[in-house]
T-cell receptor
Framework: TQLLEQSPQFLSIQEGENLTVYCNSSSVFSSLQWYRQEPGEGPVLLVTVVTGGEVKKLKRLTFQFGDARKDSSLHITAAQPGDTGLYLCAGGGDSSYKLIFGSGTRLLVRP | EAGVAQSPRYKIIEKRQSVAFWCNPISGHATLYWYQQILGQGPKLLIQFQNNGVVDDSQLPKDRFSAERLKGVDSTLKIQPAKLEDSAVYLC?????????FGPGTRLTVT
């Protein structure tokens, strides 16, 4: 069974601080996605990484896919209150387009 | 482009009652997913459709849950009879490939 573990589970930081969220698995994934979910809404896709070692930047967010395609990280620079939400990683492994979701990291950025 | 639509947004029922959720995916998306998201956890896939055929329903509690996708477009998820542990947010998503687009979800409370 493929599992994705995220850490930390919860993070409370002050506006302007930097943070990193981790997503780890013992399984290899052909793609890794990051979603952000706000209360009362469905997850919204932030990025998809498909190549081992790949790094993608989205404004203040930097996403990295591990060389072995078993892990990923999300780094946020100068966090803002608008970054508050549940961050979910999801791995794709086969041609069925099925995703395995991690348990999420709940981020609170205090003004 | 319209997003994934779900209804109702909220539902409160008593245990042993039945309930149905409706989902209208993004036009042209062949793949449709139903997820269960328990508070504090990541989404768990219940069933995946490709057009109107079932791709994966391995985690669907078939003794009480059923789902159908008529004509490969709209889908309905039903629970009968509901249990207390079914209290969760039920998310519908659709996709062309790996990138899934989620609806706002239905929050179900079973009392």
């Amino acid at each position: 069974t493929q599992l994705l573990e995220q850490s930390p589970q919860f993070l409370s930081i002050q506006e302007g601080e930097n943070l990193t969220v981790y997503c780890n698995s013992s399984s290899v994934f052909s793609s890794l996605q990051w979603y952000r979910q706000e209360p009362g809404e469905g997850p919204v896709l932030l990025v998809t990484v498909v190549t081992g070692g790949e790094v993608k930047k989205l404004k203040r967010l930097t996403f990295q896919f591990g060389d072995a395609r078993k892990d990923s990280s999300l780094h946020i620079t100068a966090a803002q209150p608008g970054d508050t939400g549940l961050y979910l990683c999801a791995g794709g492994g086969d041609s069925s387009y099925k995703l395995i979701f991690g348990s999420g990291t709940r981020l609170l950025v205090r003004p | 482009e319209a997003g994934v639509a779900q209804s109702p947004r909220y539902k409160i029922i008593e245990k042993r009652q039945s309930v149905a959720f409706w989902c209208n995916p993004i036009s042209g998306h062949a793949t449709l997913y139903w997820y269960q998201q328990i508070l504090g956890q990541g989404p768990k896939l219940l069933i995946q459709f490709q057009n109107n055929g079932v791709v994966d329903d391995s985690q669907l509690p078939k003794d009480r849950f059923s789902a159908e996708r008529l004509k490969g477009v709209d889908s309905t998820l039903k629970i009968q009879p509901a249990k207390l542990e079914d209290s969760a947010v039920y998310l519908c998503a659709s996709s062309l490939l790996y990138e899934q687009y989620f609806g706002p979800g239905t929050r179900l409370t079973v009392t």
